[in-house]
């Protein structure tokens, strides 16, 4: 033993000798002769050797190309990209002490990112552009905290319907996750309804206390204008706050086997209906998101995510808000008609049914949950209760 352990340390000794002892390389700077050779080139000719074919051009990076090369954008703004903790470490974002306003230009725009990821776009590029979604336990602002959250784990389960149904292609639909988290191990769906609850809980106790002093102005015969434009942001902080709720609690009763959650479900997408009715009316109240890659604002950065852009586009347009809930209206009114399909009384009806509606629907959601229906037959058990 004590001669191997003699000869395993000698061994040891030669080894961190040999690489310690390695020559440094000598490196020569070739770039004035790799350039002059390429003034006597003409436009679309090539140099190549000979073991570089087509597939190694189409696989290459073309450096400093915005196209190609994602570094190139990040070196052109000035800013220095923060992460969420470094950004609230720096107050560049704020996570408490928010104005209603401020807290519903997020929504907005949160709302906003979540279309433009079912248009089509990159996860990255779009909902996890807002820096609030990286690390949700940094949020002290209790409302915006619940519906960050809320956001996630419907992002989540529509994700995870996509999947499933598996009925697009890959430049319909990208579902690529980046590594980012969605909460399923940290938080049950009820208590995230819960928090969402409680959020509301939240805004109904500001909003009955405003009324209350709004009362209490008028007769006096003070001026109660303020008082009521702080009344209508709470009342649209609340709307969109239940819209959210809403909207998670379909996608948690559709993932019920054997369709056991249909009802709640329709009952879910009627109310979010109504809701939208009311964001509609109130998309002026938001603060507006200043459109300047040199400024984060709202807690929405395009470039933090710049390493995990997809093939293209690199930065997609986020769609108008406008846009946005007129996208998610015309979704859940499609997902009505998904409804109807499981009080057929025949299986083949609601095959059929169901098919047709794949091809004709518009929006990529409710022809998931549609193709879900149909093919794991999820809604056998509507033959005998079609309530």
């Known amino acids: ?81 923060l992460t969420f903790k470094a950004a609230t470490e720096a107050n560049v974002i704020k996570v408490k002490d928010l104005s209603t306003a401020e807290l519903i230009g997020i929504m907005d725009e949160l709302f906003a990112c979540v279309a433009t990821w079912l248009d089509g776009q990159c996860l990255a590029q779009t909902v996890f552009t807002c820096l609030y979604l990286h690390d949700v336990s940094l949020i002290e602002d209790p409302v915006l905290k619940a519906f960050c959250i809320g956001i996630v784990r419907v992002t989540a389960f529509l994700r995870e319907a996509i999947f499933q149904a598996a009925v697009h292609e890959e430049e319909d639909q990208q ?3 980046s590594g980012f988290n969605f909460l399923e191990k940290e938080l049950s769906d009820m208590r995230v309804l819960g928090m969402l609850k409680e959020s509301e809980d939240i805004l ?11 009362k209490e102005a008028a007769a006096s015969g003070s001026d109660t204008n303020e008082m009521t ?26 993932d019920k086997p054997m369709c056991s959650g249909v009802a709640p479900a329709k009952e879910a997408t009627v109310a979010a209906l109504g809701l939208l009715a009311d964001v509609k009316k109130t998309l002026s109240l938001g603060t507006a998101r200043i459109l300047d890659p040199e400024v984060v604002s709202l807690g929405f950065d395009p470039f933090v995510n710049n390493r995990l ?79």
């Open 1 to 81: 033993p004590l001669f191997r352990s003699r000869l395993r340390t000698s061994s040891k000794s030669w080894i961190m000798e040999t690489v310690t002892s390695k020559p440094e390389p000598n490196w020569v700077d070739i770039t004035d002769a790799f350039v002059a050779p390429t003034k006597e080139l003409k436009l679309g000719e090539l140099v190549r050797h000979e073991s570089f074919q087509l597939l190694d051009a189409m696989n290459a990076t073309e450096i400093m190309d915005p196209k190609m090369d994602s570094n190139v954008e990040c070196k052109r703004i000035k800013r220095k990209i």
């Open 309 to 387: 852009l997809p093939p293209f586009p690199r930065h997609p347009a986020i769609v108008s808000r406008v846009k946005a809930f007129e996208f998610l209206n015309v979704g859940l009114k499609e997902m009505l008609q998904v409804y109807e399909a499981t009080t057929m009384v025949t299986l083949a009806a609601i095959h059929v049914r169901l098919e047709y509606f794949e091809r004709e629907s518009r929006f990529f959601v409710s022809r998931y949950f549609a193709a879900n229906f149909r093919g794991r037959n999820r809604f056998r058990r509507y033959c005998l209760d079609p309530s």
């Open 229 to 254: 434009q702080k009344n209508d942001l709470l009342y649209a902080a609340l709307t969109r706050t239940k819209f959210c709720k809403a909207f998670l609690t379909v996608c948690v009763q559709l």
């Open 175 to 177: 579902t690529l996750a």
């Open 204 to 214: 109904n106790k500001a909003i009955r206390g405003q009324n209350s002093a709004i």
